[in-house]
């Protein structure tokens, strides 16, 4: 993978770069919309190619490891085959998911036994099988293993977790070195930051993963419920430790001002599960602010979701007919509004680029935040 920094904001650190991969660029600052098993619920392949104008998804090595199974993914050639996605794929090594199964998992030097959510079975992640694992899903870029920590976490255990989390990194990075790519195409691994929201403890997390020296970097255990004050100092420390001239992944964020805020940091690649799952709940992100379609008052309106959008969904479908598709639990309004949301985010990623490269980013930056988050 290579990657070339082509403009930063005079006023702010955000960046507009050039990520190059086997299966095509991509330019960034991007959100990457997740594809948790294999596919970004409710949207097609094409959809996400051609309307939303996504670079690049996410697969979740935890639940593809799970289903369909290793043994599916490499007799399909990857996940890039299996899935009809011809664009990169980034996959998450499981760790966040591991996490999450507080109540049938334990974490030891080795690595973590787990009880999948599907069927009870014992399971182990260590970070050589992890780094096994992503080979024959095949993403182009792979994630370490790592613990992400709770919040609120106490010191001590954010210092022990993050000890490990170095000590495991060494391991993922001597086997992703000593292992070959399965599909003919090369992969890129990515170390995680770590520390929870202790200054010291991201500062020495920085300084180890920078030193391992790989083509891109990542910072994690930042969208775990602190608030986003913590989430920006954090970002901010980090982002000063890491090389500027490598890529830099700030992991499951966020909300539209949350991105835009980090773009300012000097982030340049996100993703979330946010526009795909609040719109099937009925939230709408536009660019004049939050819509909850549910809401009455859009019972008569028949005016586009967004008349500002050049989504042909936006247009031909009004807010009160996808106030009531949402009401009656029809598929097409879980189908029209995670187009609508993922169409929103990737524009909003590629307005920031545009304005990064003109070098008016902070002014227009100030002026969206303030939209973005109104209540309409």
């Given at each position: 993978?290579?990657?070339?920094?082509?403009?930063?904001?005079?006023?702010?650190?955000?960046?507009?770069?050039?990520?190059?991969?086997?299966?095509?660029?991509?330019e960034?600052?991007?959100?990457?919309p997740?594809?948790?098993?294999?596919?970004?619920?409710?949207?097609?392949?094409?959809?996400l190619?051609?309307?939303?104008?996504?670079?690049?998804?996410?697969?979740?090595?935890?639940h593809?490891?799970?289903?369909?199974?290793?043994?599916v993914?490499?007799?399909?050639?990857?996940l890039?085959?299996f899935?009809?996605?011809?664009?990169?794929?980034?996959?998450?090594?499981?760790?966040?998911?591991?996490?999450?199964l507080t109540?049938?998992?334990?974490?030891?030097e080795?690595?973590?036994?787990?009880?999948?959510?599907?069927d009870?079975s014992?399971h182990?992640?260590?970070?050589?099988?992890?780094?096994?694992?992503?080979?024959?899903?095949?993403?182009d870029?792979?994630?370490?293993?790592?613990?992400?920590?709770?919040?609120?976490?106490?010191?001590?255990?954010?210092r022990?977790?993050?000890d490990?989390?170095?000590?495991w990194?060494?391991?993922?990075?001597?086997?992703?070195?000593?292992?070959?790519?399965?599909?003919?195409?090369?992969q890129?691994l990515?170390?995680?930051?770590?520390?929870?929201?202790?200054?010291?403890?991201?500062?020495?997390?920085?300084?180890?993963?920078?030193?391992?020296?790989?083509?891109?970097?990542?910072?994690g255990?930042l969208?775990?419920?602190?608030?986003a004050e913590?989430?920006?100092?954090?970002?901010e420390?980090?982002?000063?430790?890491?090389?500027?001239?490598?890529?830099?992944?700030?992991?499951?964020?966020?909300?539209?001002?949350?991105?835009?805020?980090?773009?300012?940091?000097?982030i340049?690649?996100?993703?979330?599960?946010?526009p795909?799952?609040?719109?099937?709940?009925?939230?709408?992100?536009?660019?004049?602010?939050?819509?909850?379609?549910?809401n009455?008052?859009?019972?008569?309106?028949?005016?586009?979701?967004?008349?500002?959008?050049?989504?042909?969904?936006?247009?031909?479908?009004?807010?009160?007919?996808?106030?009531?598709?949402?009401?009656?639990?029809?598929?097409?309004?879980?189908?029209?509004?995670?187009?609508?949301?993922?169409?929103?985010?990737?524009?909003?990623?590629?307005?920031?680029?545009?304005?990064?490269?003109?070098?008016?980013?902070?002014?227009?930056?100030?002026?969206?935040?303030?939209?973005?988050?109104?209540?309409?």
């Amino acid at each position: 993978m290579k990657f070339t920094l082509q403009a930063t904001d005079k006023h702010t650190q955000a960046r507009a770069g050039i990520m190059e991969t086997a299966h095509g660029t991509i330019e960034t600052p991007i959100f990457m919309p997740v594809g948790t098993a294999g596919t970004v619920k409710a949207v097609h392949q094409h959809e996400l190619a051609d309307d939303i104008k996504a670079q690049i998804i996410l697969g979740n090595t935890y639940h593809l490891y799970l289903r369909p199974g290793l043994d599916v993914l490499q007799r399909a050639g990857g996940l890039h085959r299996f899935n009809g996605w011809q664009k990169p794929i980034l996959t998450d090594s499981g760790g966040y998911q591991v996490y999450s199964l507080t109540e049938v998992r334990k974490i030891r030097e080795e690595g973590v036994t787990f009880r999948s959510h599907i069927d009870g079975s014992k399971h182990l992640f260590t970070p050589e099988n992890v780094m096994d694992t992503q080979r024959v899903i095949g993403a182009d870029i792979v994630m370490a293993f790592d613990e992400c920590t709770p919040y609120p976490c106490d010191y001590q255990y954010a210092r022990r977790s993050l000890d490990m989390t170095h000590r495991w990194l060494k391991r993922c990075c001597e086997r992703f070195d000593a292992t070959e790519p399965l599909y003919g195409y090369e992969q890129t691994l990515f170390p995680i930051v770590q520390g929870s929201v202790y200054r010291d403890l991201r500062e020495k997390s920085a300084e180890t993963i920078a030193a391992f020296g790989r083509e891109g970097n990542a910072i994690g255990g930042l969208s775990v419920g602190e608030p986003a004050e913590e989430m920006y100092a954090m970002t901010e420390v980090v982002c000063r430790i890491l090389p500027a001239e490598k890529p830099r992944y700030l992991m499951g964020v966020g909300t539209p001002v949350n991105i835009l805020e980090n773009i300012a940091l000097g982030i340049d690649m996100f993703d979330c599960v946010m526009p795909t799952r609040n719109a099937r709940n009925g939230m709408l992100f536009t660019r004049q602010g939050i819509i909850n379609i549910k809401n009455k008052k859009w019972e008569t309106d028949f005016s586009p979701l967004d008349a500002e959008s050049d989504l042909l969904a936006d247009r031909v479908y009004s807010k009160a007919y996808l106030r009531h598709l949402i009401r009656s639990q029809e598929i097409l309004g879980a189908q029209i509004a995670s187009l609508h949301n993922l169409h929103f985010y990737l524009w909003l990623v590629g307005e920031a680029r545009a304005h990064i490269v003109a070098g008016d980013f902070h002014e227009w930056k100030s002026k969206m935040v303030k939209q973005l988050d109104e209540r309409l």
